[in-house]
Every structure is written in C-alpha cells, then in structure tokens.
C-alpha cells in the first residue's frame, strides 16, 4: 500500500510541477529532484552512485531525491533542540505507552526474520485519530517539536517495536528530505543489544535517549539473541520524521504541495 501511494503521488507530482514551481530559479533544486528518473538512482548503486546523483555514496531513496542536499549517516546535532525536548519527557512518554492499549500492525518495508510491530500516531502524513486518543500528551509533544515533517507523504510518527532474534534487511528511506529521529522506551540492557548500522556507522540504542539519522542512505537493524538472559527484552522506540534543516521554507511549503498525505489503509 505505502508503494503504491508513492508511486501514484510521484506520478502526480510531476504533472502538477510546471504549475507550482512556475519554473522559479529558487525552487530549482525541487524540480531537478522530482523530474529526476528514479531508475538512475537505484542503478546508481551498481555504478558506486554518481557524485551527480547524490552528495553521499550509499543514498538511494525510492521516490524523491533532491541534489546538493548535505548528509551524514548520524545527524543528531542537527536537530539538538528536538532531541533534547523529548529527552526531558522521555518519562511522560514512556509511561504513556505503559499505559495504553496497543494494536500493532506488521511494518510492509523490506525483508525481515521477525516481525517489525509499528503503532502510528501519523502515517503518510496523515494523524491516526484513534491511537492519537491514546497518546495525547506524547501527540502534543511531537507536534511542538521543531522541523515535524507534516502534511506530506513522507511524514509519519509511529512506535516501533523489534523482537530477539530479528534482522531488517538493508534498505532505504522514500526521500532525503526527511531525517528520522528514535527515541528509546524500551531496549535490551544484555550483551546482545540490538544495533543500527547506517552505511559505515553503527548505534546502539539507549533507554531515554534520543538521536536522528538519515533514513535515505541504506540502513539495516540486527538484534540478536541472548541465550544467557533469564527474560528477553524488546526494542521499543518513538519514531518521529522531521524536514531536512537545510530546505527553505518555499522548498517545504512546495514539496507538501508536491507530495501531500494521503488515507492509509
């Protein structure tokens, strides 16, 4: 269904082009992205990716890339200000999901050992309703948070949940636009914590810390198992997007024109 929405919006994206952009000079870096064949950015991983292409080697999103956008694999100082509110809520946060009834649902994103359990507060830029009933002062506090990635396809807030034993296969984001923030409720404290591996760079999750990456360049999960451990313990993490700090605010305000939410069913 995700694929489907991003292929359908990408397809209207660049028949509404001409009329949003006008062929403005500061919007250049938008049309260049969304007229951009999408075939030669994943085929750019067989060629070592093109300098053209992207700024980095190892960035393939699947729907939108836009050039001379910078990146690094792990960008947390950017978005210091968003780390640092939801640190210091981490326990309203956390106790909130203690509370709440939760209904998950399989993540539908690339090949996996186990199953990726997801609870979106927003999917596709659109705000589920009936799960933001159930986390309103979690819902209030991403919605204060700087740079929120909104009204947009490539937008989404979701509590994300990984089993022992689980592997996520390399795989990357729809957009460079948007960097993803984790904030940690709940991780393994044994030998055999989960580890993210964003291109070279690899990070552990830490109970109550937060940290931001570039979801666009390829990125895997692996959480082995503990056969030690007298109890096996879950990664649970609050997933909030946020716009790329470098776009200007005309870029932000086309691309949700561009690539508007959508109903997920």
């Given at each position: 269904v995700r694929c489907r929405n991003y292929d359908l919006l990408h397809r209207q994206a660049l028949r509404k082009l001409p009329w949003i952009t006008r062929n403005d000079p500061i919007l250049s870096r938008v049309t260049r992205g969304?007229?951009?064949?999408?075939?030669?950015?994943?085929?750019?991983?067989?060629?070592?990716?093109?300098?053209?292409l992207s700024p980095a080697a190892g960035?393939?999103?699947?729907?939108?890339?836009?050039?001379?956008?910078?990146?690094?694999?792990?960008?947390?100082?950017?978005?210091?200000?968003?780390?640092q509110l939801l640190e210091k809520s981490f326990e309203t946060v956390a106790?909130?999901?203690?509370?709440?009834?939760?209904?998950?649902?399989?993540?539908?994103?690339?090949?996996?050992?186990?199953p990726w359990q997801v609870l979106h507060l927003m999917n596709q830029g659109q705000w589920k309703q009936d799960t933001v009933l159930l986390f309103p002062n979690t819902t209030h506090l991403v919605k204060s948070l700087p740079n929120l990635l909104d009204n947009c396809i490539f937008g989404n807030v979701?509590?994300?949940?990984?089993?022992?034993?689980s592997t996520i296969a390399p795989h990357c984001g729809p957009s460079n636009v948007r960097h993803r923030l984790h904030l940690t409720l709940r991780t393994s404290t044994t030998t055999a914590c989960p580890r993210l591996r964003v291109r070279e760079e690899t990070v552990t999750?830490?109970?109550?810390?937060?940290?931001?990456?570039?979801?666009?360049?390829?990125?895997?999960?692996?959480?082995?198992v503990d056969?030690?451990?007298?109890?096996?313990?879950?990664?649970?993490?609050?997933?909030?997007d946020l716009w790329h700090p470098k776009l200007t605010d005309m870029?932000?305000?086309?691309?949700?024109?561009?690539?508007?939410?959508?109903?997920?069913k």
């Amino acid at each position: 269904v995700r694929c489907r929405n991003y292929d359908l919006l990408h397809r209207q994206a660049l028949r509404k082009l001409p009329w949003i952009t006008r062929n403005d000079p500061i919007l250049s870096r938008v049309t260049r992205g969304v007229r951009l064949d999408r075939s030669s950015i994943l085929g750019s991983q067989q060629r070592h990716n093109s300098p053209f292409l992207s700024p980095a080697a190892g960035q393939y999103p699947t729907v939108l890339l836009l050039p001379d956008l910078p990146t690094h694999p792990i960008l947390t100082q950017w978005h210091h200000p968003a780390c640092q509110l939801l640190e210091k809520s981490f326990e309203t946060v956390a106790a909130e999901y203690d509370r709440a009834p939760k209904q998950w649902h399989h993540n539908d994103v690339g090949p996996r050992s186990a199953p990726w359990q997801v609870l979106h507060l927003m999917n596709q830029g659109q705000w589920k309703q009936d799960t933001v009933l159930l986390f309103p002062n979690t819902t209030h506090l991403v919605k204060s948070l700087p740079n929120l990635l909104d009204n947009c396809i490539f937008g989404n807030v979701f509590i994300s949940r990984v089993q022992p034993g689980s592997t996520i296969a390399p795989h990357c984001g729809p957009s460079n636009v948007r960097h993803r923030l984790h904030l940690t409720l709940r991780t393994s404290t044994t030998t055999a914590c989960p580890r993210l591996r964003v291109r070279e760079e690899t990070v552990t999750w830490q109970k109550g810390t937060a940290w931001v990456f570039d979801d666009s360049l390829v990125h895997s999960v692996e959480f082995d198992v503990d056969h030690t451990a007298t109890m096996a313990e879950e990664r649970v993490v609050l997933i909030v997007d946020l716009w790329h700090p470098k776009l200007t605010d005309m870029e932000r305000d086309v691309i949700q024109d561009l690539y508007p939410s959508t109903a997920v069913k």
